[in-house]
């Protein structure tokens, strides 16, 4: 259960922020957190890419250097509006993930980060196959999010953070088999990497 820092951490962009900065300080700072997705993609500036629940654009800033199609898509107004101020070389969508209004295969790459932790088991489901809809064949699935801590010391910080900061839907995303969850959707899993002493998984996922 979350305490009211979290809905701070909303309201107030300087706090949200500040809150990412030091999370990200356990893989080399906020700009290589919203990177670790991106590692090893061949995005070029033809490339039609999706930042799926961009929030305020923190990794579509990084993806408009790569690709000139990039498109933002999130379910918050403010987010929204915060985004086309941030980052106005991309394009923005308002709507949920789960109810994707985008075409069919019109995506080269969809990305996401840090967002699936917040979506109930059966938002999460529907999401991801709306991902393999809008992707084109052999489109590429990026996403980092939270995973269960393979190193011991991680799980008193990533328990304080998810008291503080998060809900019970986070605590359901590291218990769920995602590599699985993807595959019985029809992607084809590239590669899975784990940081922050496992507390934190990068997935890259190919549709088949």
Not at 25 to 52: C, N
Not at 68 to 82: C, E, F, K, M, N
Not at 104 to 125: G, I, K
């Amino acid at each position: 259960m979350a305490t009211i820092l979290r809905d701070w951490s909303y309201q107030y962009q300087w706090l949200y922020d500040g809150i990412s900065r030091i999370a990200a300080l356990s893989v080399g700072g906020e700009a290589r957190f919203r990177q670790l997705a991106l590692q090893g993609l061949t995005i070029e500036p033809e490339t039609k890419v999706l930042d799926l629940c961009c929030g305020s654009g923190q990794t579509t800033q990084f993806l408009v250097q790569r690709s000139r199609h990039v498109t933002g898509l999130d379910a918050s107004p403010l987010s929204i509006q915060r985004a086309k101020k941030n980052v106005p070389e991309a394009e923005y969508v308002e709507a949920f993930a789960e109810q994707n209004p985008l075409p069919d295969q019109s995506f080269d790459v969809v990305h996401t980060s840090a967002a699936m932790h917040e979506m109930q088991p059966q938002q999460l489901r529907q999401i991801l196959q709306q991902v393999h809809r809008v992707l084109k064949p052999n489109g590429v699935f990026t996403m980092v999010d939270f995973h269960a801590p393979t190193n011991l010391i991680f799980v008193p910080g990533l328990a304080i953070f998810f008291w503080l900061f998060e809900t019970e839907t986070a605590w359901q995303l590291i218990q769920t088999n995602l590599i699985e969850l993807l595959e019985e959707i029809g992607f084809e899993i590239q590669t899975q990497q784990l940081y922050a002493g496992g507390s934190l998984q990068v997935i890259q996922a190919r549709k088949r």
